[in-house]
């Protein structure tokens, strides 16, 4: 490895999945060898811990994500399942039958034109079939898009993921499950015993291994793996038996789950809602017992079947309708909050975050964020957290209701994008301090000290970077407080948090389900969920829920 940090293998589970990893992956890519000034640290984080070096079968090299993902037929649109970047004119050319055939052809989707228009500043496929990149810095991603302009909006035309996803993949990457489909109203991948029974499958067992094997073979030190996956539907149980079969072959590596709900759901839709519950329910009990920690992320106000208006950010503007919005606020909150886990000097490991977090059966985090960090020119690091306040200034991330009022048992903070001379206060000598923290003479000792006064007896972790979270097209334009520029880089404030309030929404969860009367939902346990498997689970999302009573833990 490049950097300090072992290599992480990301697994991406579900179409919800697929728009926070296409924003995620998207993100990665802007920043790679790009700087928004002088001062900005390009060593901060390692991009070899997400990413491998290989090579096309004509010898050109590539960087391409540690990425297995899985989706249903019908999910890819335009996008090749065996990836366009080591695609071979003259191998695809190539037939030995030399009898008669039969040609059948599926509709082909053409690429959005939108992202065609941001694609076509960075490279272009020339005649002999092969990708030509212009100009690359420092030979990994793209050139900077240099859009001076809001860009043309995508929302009117993403249907799927891969209509906005810039990134090339590896051929290994994409495993489609062909048994079930995207789109219809039949043949769906819909309750949490399907996903489980996926995996049971030998073909998709045998295919998943076989990719897990590809990757890990080729790390010099694997730290672990993240795991994508949507909570809401059968990608649940798909997720649970990959945690199971990643604890069973890589005994001692991080697994670290993030479970993805999307951020609004219909009253008219009451089966939907149930399979949600009882989806999310079952995956959060399996994913823990396999993982070392699980962290709900999601827009939507409750986990619950009681709907919640989606959660509010003082300055972004988004529609909480649309997938293509709420993965990309998720996505940008994600590649704050795993920043421990990929920094070049000095990270912490994916197991060591987990061991921080996770005291006493606490295997449910919470996330939260402020999206962007609101620094206004002229301002210092101390005066803007002095602004902020309040014990919790996050943006709940996890669907668990508001967290005032709620103890939180431990915290891992990272704040991003703070530009080094606003790092301290700069008031001139005698002038009164407004508080503790402009006496600071470092942006760690301001950021460790605003934690500790917030929280006096919180273990907390905690990082200060320069870098910032990259939102260049086609990260949709959400920041309604920064009038009509275009933003390519904003600062992030995220944490992730071992919190009471898991108490209240898991012991919620369980006391939800026991009101459920079965008998009407029996085409759940029909999909591959006995009777004595919900009594089980019942049991222990109380036992998790008791972990997270207010008064135990480790700093009483």
């Not at 996050?394 to 530009?419: E, K, M």
Request: hydrophobic share 35%.
């Amino acid at each position: 490895m490049a950097g300090g940090a072992g290599e992480v293998l990301t697994l991406q589970l579900g179409h919800f999945a697929g728009f926070v990893g296409a924003h995620w992956w998207n993100q990665q890519d802007a920043a790679l060898g790009r700087a928004t000034s002088a001062q900005e640290s390009l060593g901060e984080l390692c991009p070899d811990v997400l990413y491998r070096t290989g090579q096309t079968l004509h010898g050109q090299e590539t960087y391409t994500p540690r990425l297995i993902l899985m989706d249903l037929k019908g999910s890819l649109n335009s996008l090749k399942e065996e990836s366009g970047l080591y695609w071979d004119k003259q191998l695809d050319a190539a037939v030995a039958w030399h009898g008669k055939l039969t040609t059948h052809k599926e509709e082909v989707y053409p690429k959005n034109p939108h992202l065609q228009d941001l694609l076509s500043a960075e490279g272009v496929r020339s005649s002999d079939g092969f990708w030509r990149v212009k100009s690359i810095p420092n030979g990994k991603g793209p050139p900077p898009v240099t859009t001076a302009e809001i860009p043309k909006p995508l929302e009117s035309s993403v249907r799927v993921w891969s209509d906005f996803l810039r990134v090339h993949l590896h051929p290994r990457s994409i495993c489609m499950i062909q048994k079930y489909n995207h789109d219809g109203e039949t043949g769906r991948l819909e309750a949490f015993g399907q996903g489980e029974s996926v995996l049971k499958e030998p073909r998709y067992l045998e295919e998943l291994e076989d990719r897990l094997h590809f990757y890990v073979e080729e790390c010099d030190y694997l730290q672990g793996f993240q795991i994508l996956c949507d909570l809401h539907d059968g990608f649940s149980g798909v997720g649970a038996k990959a945690a199971e079969l990643l604890q069973d072959e890589y005994s001692g590596r991080g697994i670290i789950t993030w479970g993805l709900i999307p951020g609004s759901c219909s009253l008219g839709e009451p089966q939907k809602n149930i399979y949600r519950l009882l989806n999310t329910a079952f995956g959060l009990v399996h994913l823990t017992a396999y993982s070392s920690f699980v962290c709900p992320l999601s827009l939507g106000g409750s986990l619950g079947l009681r709907p919640q208006p989606p959660v509010n950010f003082p300055h972004l503007h988004y529609d909480a309708t649309l997938p293509f919005h709420c993965s990309a606020i998720l996505a940008t909150a994600l590649d704050t909050v795993t920043v421990p886990y990929r920094l070049r000097s000095s990270p912490v490991s994916m197991v060591h975050l987990a061991n921080m977090l996770t005291f006493s059966g606490k295997k449910v985090v919470t996330a939260g964020a402020v999206i962007p960090f609101p620094l206004v020119p002229g301002q210092s690091l101390p005066d803007a957290l002095v602004q902020l306040g309040g014990a919790t200034p996050w943006t709940p991330l996890s669907a668990c209701g508001n967290p005032l009022g709620t103890r939180c048992f431990a915290q891992s903070v990272v704040l991003r994008g703070i530009d080094r001379a606003c790092h301290t206060s700069q008031l001139t000598p005698g002038t009164p301090l407004p508080s503790p923290l402009h006496a600071c003479t470092t942006g760690e000792e301001v950021l460790a000290q605003y934690l500790h006064q917030q929280q006096p007896r919180v273990t907390s972790s905690s990082h200060l970077l320069l870098t910032p979270c990259r939102v260049a097209p086609p990260y949709p334009y959400l920041f309604s407080s920064l009038g009509q520029q275009a933003v390519h880089s904003i600062p992030v404030f995220g944490a992730l948090c071992s919190s009471s309030s898991l108490h209240q929404t898991l012991g919620g969860l369980a006391t939800e389900l026991t009101k459920l009367d079965l008998r009407r939902w029996a085409c759940f346990l029909d999909a591959g969920v006995e009777q004595d498997e919900m009594e089980e689970l019942l049991q222990e999302l109380h036992s998790l829920a008791q972990c997270y009573q207010d008064g135990g833990g480790i700093m009483d």
